[in-house]
């Protein structure tokens, strides 16, 4: 349990001084995946990472509304729920991942739903990584759109549902996005482009000239969408959860 809190971000200290916690990379075939955040998390975003079969692998962006003391049942579960749930729907071999993506995110919205003991909001994006095809298929349900950098340009990745935790029956569809040679994909957090200075917000504009610079590993990106946060607020962030998952693809 101490180490399932300490993932969560439980057990920091007011006085602690925010810094960029690079967390666990993995390294997939041809690609590698990644997440950064800032260490002073208070409020309800979980990330998570799952290999589910031998060529798909699991990861997800969540963020639970209310602070992150009050909000832990629902933290816990919504993880254990996307482990057993990713395990069992796409441990097969042949399936229909965009039906097993709507499917993992019903139980997830049920399960916060249940561990919240009512509705608990709970913006999520999660996808499934195709090493054999180079794909990803997701859900976004009322969170961050997510971005897509190609050789060309760099596109969004819009809602495809409301937010998890509000209705028991919230339908959500799943989409497939190719990633192409040094392609790559960033899902931040709400306290990304919330970020302010001098009454502009970073926005997904400020992640978006972050990928814009160029093919970088995942790791890299990550900390560069942080870094590019801390220098335009001229501080470590301390507004909200500041995280970025990021999915990399090589030659």
């Known amino acids: 349990m101490p180490g399932l809190l300490s993932k969560l971000g439980f057990g920091s200290t007011a006085e602690d001084v925010p810094h960029i916690v690079q967390g666990q990379g993995h390294t997939l075939r041809g690609a590698d995946l990644s997440v950064a955040y800032f260490s002073s998390r208070k409020g309800g975003d979980l990330h998570d990472f799952l290999r589910v079969s031998p060529h798909r692998f699991l990861f997800g962006l969540l963020d639970v509304a209310g602070k992150r003391e009050t909000s832990a049942p629902v933290l816990q579960a919504a993880q254990a729920c996307f482990r057993s749930a990713g395990e069992q729907l796409f441990a097969a071999g042949e399936l229909n991942e965009p039906d097993a993506m709507i499917e993992l995110a019903r139980r997830l919205n049920l399960e916060i739903m249940r561990a919240a003991g009512g509705v608990r909001s709970c913006p999520a994006f999660a996808g499934c990584y195709n090493e054999e095809l180079g794909t990803v298929c997701y859900v976004n349900a009322g969170h961050t759109p997510g971005l897509l950098r190609d050789h060309a340009s760099v596109v969004e990745l819009p809602a495809t549902g409301l937010p998890l935790g509000l209705f028991s029956l919230a339908p ?52 560069s969408i942080l870094r590019g946060v801390q220098d335009f607020m001229h501080m470590a962030p301390k507004h909200n959860d500041v995280t970025a998952l990021t999915l990399t693809r090589g030659n």
Do not use: C, W, Y
């Open 172 to 223: 959500t569809d799943a989409r497939i996005v190719g990633l192409g040679p040094n392609a790559s994909m960033a899902v931040v957090s709400r306290g990304v482009v919330e970020a302010e200075s001098k009454d502009a917000e970073f926005g997904l504009e400020g992640v978006r000239r972050v990928m814009q610079n160029g093919p970088s590993s995942a790791n890299v990106l990550a900390h």
